[in-house]
């Protein structure tokens, strides 16, 4: 047996010995959707910046930087400055303990807006689990052969199996050493891709002109720069999947301690990967971007690296795999069919479910970032606006934040099918607009109040 197989049967046999233990101790829905809220500092950043590094942040992002330049770093940088903006909002997350995003919404706008945001952020979320299936597939087709699609099915089921039986709890304990694997497989590839290419400036002179440009280049205008940051970076403030781990923490600083860990983590990593993908267009030119990544283990890292390398890509799929499944089972459980405390038997079984649903919408997809882009696109064009007007308490009707829901992301999502960025704008400003309505709407109700109690 080769050394990357030996490093995939090791890392396939620790996920299922990890799974099946959890599987017999886990011993309560909270423990399965929120690890019990007993999630320190590091194990928050650890575990948030596992969940970050997934299919998008390794293979998208380095297909990225092999398009269009070390732009492709944006796509992780936007994050960054999401979290940011989100350390300010963690004292109002922390204040209603939650299981979800939509009962958080719940909370402030009534069932209605809670039930409409639950399916909007399920159609949104299914793209995400499958590009991570996706993404492990075209690693495993490349260095083992066979059909991508099969390989899609095979880590696909591992990821669900793994994840519906250990719930968040296995996610909070395993995350902080593959983080620890993921960051080690990253830098250990960029270095010697980077000596194979002759130093910087053998790399510099292998790229076309305009690569190495930042923080603008040909394939990266201020106006896509921008769509990207409400798109991408968004997400990263109000996602379910990074409020999960505010959900799960013990505490507001153990929170922040967790978003500053992730942020010194993930900030350098952007510009690690793209230097991979930089390397690929170097060495690969002919070469699809999203096989770049793959193409740089097989043929630059010696066999001990390359089954390292291919542990750690498996690993930060899995990481970002298994945390939106859990938001997916918890939202229907918790949101759709109303259970307070839900059973494991019936989010094990809505976790298999909808594993299965994204899954399907993987292999059907365009690539890892076409399939997270549009899922972004509807999650944060319908409700960026209601989330923000929530957690800064100027919530809006429970009538206007439907709207927004609905026009916002029917709009956005229309200008991302049809490729129209100022589509894609116009959801979030008909969603601000109609914010603004509501508010100036208070305000005369409130003057009117006024004038008749003074009459």
Same mark, same amino acid.
């Given at each position: 047996?080769?050394?990357?197989?030996?490093?995939?049967?090791?890392?396939?046999?620790?996920?299922?010995?990890?799974?099946?233990?959890?599987?017999?101790?886990?011993?309560?829905?909270?423990?399965?959707?929120?690890?019990?809220?007993?999630?320190?500092?590091?194990?928050?950043?650890?575990?948030?910046?596992?969940?970050?590094?997934?299919?998008?942040?390794?293979?998208?992002?380095?297909?990225?930087?092999?398009?269009?330049?070390?732009?492709?770093?944006?796509?992780?940088?936007?994050?960054?400055?999401?979290?940011?903006?989100?350390?300010?909002?963690?004292?109002?997350?922390?204040?209603?303990?939650?299981?979800?995003?939509?009962?958080?919404?719940?909370?402030?706008?009534? $069932?209605? @807006?809670?039930?409409?945001?639950?399916? $909007?952020?399920?159609?949104?979320?299914?793209?995400? @689990?499958?590009?991570?299936?996706?993404?492990?597939?075209?690693?495993?087709?490349?260095?083992?052969?066979?059909?991508?699609?099969?390989?899609?099915?095979?880590?696909?089921?591992?990821?669900?199996?793994?994840?519906?039986?250990?719930?968040?709890?296995?996610?909070?304990?395993?995350?902080?050493?593959?983080?620890?694997?993921?960051?080690?497989?990253?830098?250990?590839?960029?270095?010697?891709?980077?000596?194979?290419?002759?130093?910087?400036?053998?790399?510099?002179?292998?790229?076309?002109?305009?690569?190495?440009?930042?923080?603008?280049?040909?394939?990266?205008?201020?106006?896509?720069?921008?769509?990207?940051?409400?798109? @991408?970076?968004?997400?990263?403030?109000?996602?379910?999947?990074?409020?999960?781990?505010?959900?799960?923490?013990?505490?507001?600083?153990?929170?922040?301690?967790?978003?500053?860990?992730?942020?010194?983590?993930?900030?350098?990593?952007?510009?690690?990967?793209?230097?991979?993908?930089?390397?690929?267009?170097?060495?690969?030119?002919?070469?699809?971007?999203?096989?770049?990544?793959?193409?740089?283990?097989?043929?630059?890292?010696?066999?001990?690296?390359?089954?390292?390398?291919?542990?750690?890509?498996?690993?930060?799929?899995?990481?970002?795999?298994?945390?939106?499944? $859990?938001?997916?089972?918890?939202?229907?459980?918790?949101?759709?069919?109303?259970?307070?405390?839900?059973?494991?038997?019936?989010?094990?079984?809505?976790?298999?479910?909808?594993?299965?649903?994204?899954?399907?919408?993987?292999?059907?997809?365009?690539?890892?970032?076409?399939?997270?882009?549009?899922?972004?696109?509807?999650?944060?064009?319908? $409700?960026?606006?209601?989330?923000?007007?929530?957690?800064?308490?100027?919530?809006?009707?429970?009538?206007?934040?439907?709207?927004?829901?609905?026009?916002?992301?029917?709009?956005?999502?229309?200008?991302?099918?049809?490729?129209?960025?100022?589509?894609?704008?116009?959801?979030?400003?008909?969603?601000?607009?109609?914010?603004?309505?509501?508010?100036?709407?208070?305000?005369?109700?409130?003057?009117?109040?006024?004038?008749?109690?003074?009459?």
């Amino acid at each position: 047996m080769n050394l990357p197989a030996a490093f995939m049967l090791l890392f396939t046999l620790i996920i299922a010995a990890i799974g099946i233990y959890n599987l017999y101790h886990l011993r309560s829905a909270e423990e399965f959707l929120v690890a019990g809220r007993r999630s320190g500092g590091l194990t928050t950043g650890g575990s948030l910046a596992a969940t970050i590094l997934g299919g998008s942040s390794t293979l998208g992002l380095a297909g990225l930087a092999f398009a269009q330049g070390l732009t492709g770093s944006w796509w992780l940088l936007v994050g960054a400055l999401g979290l940011l903006c989100l350390l300010i909002f963690i004292p109002a997350v922390k204040a209603q303990p939650a299981y979800t995003l939509p009962e958080l919404i719940g909370k402030w706008y009534g $069932l209605e @807006v809670r039930r409409i945001a639950s399916v $909007l952020i399920l159609i949104s979320w299914l793209g995400i @689990v499958g590009a991570q299936a996706n993404a492990a597939g075209r690693i495993l087709s490349t260095f083992f052969g066979g059909s991508g699609s099969g390989w899609t099915l095979v880590c696909g089921g591992v990821f669900i199996l793994y994840t519906a039986a250990g719930g968040q709890l296995s996610v909070i304990r395993t995350d902080l050493v593959q983080i620890l694997l993921i960051v080690s497989g990253l830098v250990g590839c960029a270095a010697l891709g980077l000596a194979a290419l002759g130093g910087p400036a053998g790399l510099r002179a292998a790229l076309p002109p305009g690569h190495l440009s930042f923080p603008l280049s040909p394939g990266m205008r201020p106006g896509e720069l921008a769509v990207l940051l409400l798109v @991408v970076g968004s997400t990263y403030l109000i996602g379910p999947d990074m409020l999960s781990r505010v959900f799960c923490s013990r505490s507001v600083p153990a929170a922040r301690r967790g978003i500053v860990y992730t942020l010194l983590i993930i900030v350098p990593m952007a510009f690690v990967i793209a230097l991979i993908g930089l390397e690929a267009r170097a060495a690969f030119p002919g070469a699809s971007p999203e096989a770049a990544f793959p193409l740089m283990i097989k043929n630059i890292l010696p066999p001990a690296l390359a089954g390292l390398a291919i542990a750690a890509l498996i690993a930060a799929f899995l990481s970002s795999a298994d945390t939106t499944l $859990l938001t997916m089972s918890a939202i229907i459980t918790v949101d759709l069919l109303g259970r307070k405390q839900p059973r494991l038997g019936h989010l094990r079984l809505a976790t298999c479910l909808c594993g299965a649903a994204a899954l399907l919408t993987g292999i059907l997809s365009g690539g890892i970032i076409p399939a997270l882009l549009l899922g972004y696109t509807i999650f944060s064009g319908g $409700l960026f606006v209601p989330i923000l007007a929530g957690l800064t308490g100027s919530r809006m009707s429970r009538l206007s934040a439907a709207l927004c829901i609905v026009c916002g992301g029917g709009l956005a999502c229309a200008g991302k099918l049809a490729g129209l960025d100022l589509l894609i704008a116009a959801g979030f400003l008909v969603s601000l607009l109609i914010f603004a309505g509501d508010c100036a709407l208070r305000s005369l109700r409130s003057l009117r109040a006024q004038r008749a109690d003074n009459g």
